[in-house]
C-alpha cells in the first residue's frame, strides 16, 4: 500500500503536467536546431515524456478507481444502515449549521 496522500498525488500529477507542458514547449522551440546530438536529445525526451504521460495517466486512473471504490463502498454503508446514515448525516449537518451561525 503506498505511503503518499490524496494532496501530495494531487501534487506530484499536477507538477508532472506542468513538466509535461514545458518539456513540449521546448521541443517544439528546439525544432529547427540541427545536429545529431540535438536529435538524439530531442528523441530522448519526447520518448521520456510519453513515459511521463503513461505515469500520470495511470495515476489518474488509480485515483479515479478509489474514488468509485469509496462511492461504492458509502452507498453500501447507507443501504445497509439507513437510519445510522440519516442520523450521521443530520449531526454534520447541525454542526454545520452551528459553525456558520457563530461567524
Do not use: C, F
Request: glycine share 8%.
Amino acid at each position: 500500500m503506498s505511503t503518499m496522500t490524496d494532496r501530495q498525488r494531487e501534487r506530484l500529477a499536477e507538477d508532472l503536467r506542468n513538466v509535461i507542458h514545458d518539456a513540449e514547449e521546448l521541443l517544439k522551440l528546439t525544432a529547427q536546431d540541427a545536429g545529431d546530438e540535438a536529435a538524439a536529445l530531442r528523441e530522448r525526451v519526447r520518448s521520456r515524456l510519453l513515459d511521463a504521460k503513461d505515469s500520470l495517466l495511470q495515476l489518474q486512473e488509480g485515483a479515479v478507481e478509489r474514488a468509485k471504490e469509496a462511492g461504492r463502498k458509502a452507498d453500501d454503508y447507507v443501504h445497509d444502515h439507513p437510519w445510522q446514515a440519516i442520523g450521521i448525516a443530520g449531526a454534520v449537518g447541525v454542526v454545520v449549521g452551528l459553525l456558520i451561525g457563530q461567524r
